[in-house]
């Protein structure tokens, strides 16, 4: 079987260059395409030291689409992965948003949280959000495939199991997310400079971050429930990794042991999870697509902790893993499940 021809629009940043080492790793596809428009013309080794290889990246044509190809990634900013999307309408390709464009069911809540017009709202209707263990069986057929943020991914990992079981109680869940220094992209700012984070974290955007909205969303599509939620973000001083810890009242008294049953019946069958009886550490999933959980109880309240990778599970590896199962590869076909340590 020829292999599947990809293109990239982003290639240049943290996700770009996670998703493009992927890929160049995977049995089934070929990329034959990489756009990175600031750093177009320059090789691909000048703008990812890790990977040694010699094509150039380029610019997306402006109004038209690339031929020949079978899937799009893109990997841009709000607002922007529409516009590309919107190039490919006419055509039977696939694509796979690691942004935030298609993350919503409307196009004015999207534009109510990002305060632009969305450029492609007529698309919506032929999206899926690709959370891919709670949404696997709508992926192969939606047109384009929403990535999560990576907070929302590694929230809801933890949300859903007692969601799905209709134990949580009404009310709010609480979500406490650190994630390393890579999360806020390969931009230049003074919150993110050396100096600044170094020895240092902090809380930001506390009830306000963009991805509170999109994991309630998510959980109301996904589990037909509305729930709110009380996000507080940290920004920690590493380059890659994602702690979240989530607090949650259920309508009834619960033990250690039936919360872990809860987890093991929602992931039985999910390679990508690893239940740990320690809390979780982002050494566990460094470098990997995995999804740490543990869990501890007290009367009829748990307490979810989990860890991913916010460049692979919360980003790049998700893509891959809903590209994997939308055409029917091994899900975790390019994907690594073990990391290296230190």
């Known amino acids: 079987m020829d292999r599947l021809k990809v293109g990239i629009a982003g290639a240049s940043g943290y996700g770009g260059g996670e998703l493009l080492r992927l890929l160049l790793l995977h049995k089934q596809v070929e990329v034959v395409h990489l756009a990175a428009d600031s750093r177009a013309g320059e090789k691909v080794t000048d703008v990812f030291p890790n990977l040694p ?6 610019r997306h044509p402006d109004g038209e689409p690339w031929k020949g190809i079978h ?16 190039l490919y ?38 999206t899926t959000y690709a959370l891919v263990e709670w949404n ?24 859903l199991p007692f969601v799905n079981e209709g134990m949580v109680a009404g009310g709010k869940i609480f979500v406490d997310g650190k994630s390393g220094v890579s999360g806020a992209g390969r931009g230049l700012t003074l919150e993110t400079h050396y100096p600044e984070i170094a020895e240092g974290m902090k809380p930001y955007k506390p009830f306000s971050h963009r991805h509170g909205p999109e994991m309630e969303e998510a959980l109301e599509t996904i589990s037909d429930r ?17 702690l979240s810890t ?12 039936q919360a872990w049953e809860v987890l093991r019946k929602a992931y039985k069958n999910e390679k990508g999870i690893l239940l740990t009886e320690q809390p979780p550490h982002s050494a566990m999933v460094k470098g990997t697509n995995r999804t740490a959980i543990s869990v501890r109880t007290f009367k009829n309240s748990v307490v979810v902790m989990t860890a991913i990778d916010n460049l692979l599970k919360g980003a790049a ?5 809903a590209m994997n199962v939308a055409f029917g590869f091994d899900e975790m076909e390019g994907l690594p499940l073990f990391g290296g340590f230190p």
């Open 317 to 321: 590896g998700q893509a891959v893993q």
């Open 53 to 58: 290889v010699e094509n150039l990246l380029e």
């Open 71 to 86: 899937i799009l990634f893109t990997a841009l900013p709000a607002g922007e992965s529409s516009k590309i999307a919107r």
């Open 89 to 126: 309408a006419d055509t039977d390709l696939k694509v796979i948003d690691l942004g935030p464009d298609f993350r919503f069911r409307t196009a004015r809540k999207f534009e109510d949280i990002y305060k632009i017009k969305h450029p492609f709202p007529e698309a919506l209707a032929r």
């Open 136 to 159: 696997r069986k709508a992926l192969s057929k939606a047109s384009i495939l929403s990535c999560p943020g990576c907070y929302p991914t590694g929230a809801l990992m933890g949300i």
């Open 226 to 242: 509305h729930l709110d939620i009380l996000f507080v973000p940290h920004l920690i001083p590493v380059n890659r990794g994602l």
């Open 246 to 257: 989530i607090y949650m009242d259920l309508d009834r008294p619960i033990t250690q042991e």
